[in-house]
Nanobody, 126 residues
Framework: QVQLAESGGGLVQAGGSLRLSCAAS????????MGWFRQAPGLEREFVAA????????YYANSVKGRFAISRDNDKQLVYLQMNSLKPEDTAVYYC???????????????????WGQGTQVTVSS
């Protein structure tokens, strides 16, 4: 069982930066691949980024590649999403999620994640 709690959201101007954090509780955190998803009003939840249990492999949606960076600290049981050059279209509720297996082919699939946080709102003004 893993419990997740996001923090770090807020209001930022276009071009600005935010760093989201996801704190995990539970044992064997390093055995879980972690992902970030987001959901804007009226839209489906979409994949943003994922990272393997060791942190050695990362994977990004094309829309954020080069602007966002996912990382993790297994000792502190934290996952981060550094967001730079933010755009108004990045506005959404951001969720972190955990799953047991990291496979690049399926990391975009939200249904394969077993645990979810409550989300944190990110609003980018133009």
């Amino acid at each position: 069982q893993v419990q997740l709690a996001e923090s770090g959201g807020g209001l930022v101007q276009a071009g600005g930066s935010l760093r989201l954090s996801c704190a995990a509780s539970g044992r064997t955190f390093s055995s879980y691949a972690m992902g970030w998803f987001r959901q804007a009003p009226g839209l489906e939840r979409e994949f943003v980024a994922a990272i393997s249990g060791s942190g050695g492999i990362t994977y990004y949606a094309n829309s954020v590649k080069g602007r966002f960076a996912i990382s993790r600290d297994n000792d502190k049981q934290l996952v981060y999403l550094q967001m730079n050059s933010l755009k108004p279209e990045d506005t959404a509720v951001y969720y972190c999620a955990a799953r047991g297996l990291f496979t690049i082919a399926t990391m975009r699939t939200s249904d394969l994640y077993s645990y979810w946080g409550q989300g944190t709102q990110v609003t980018v003004s133009s």
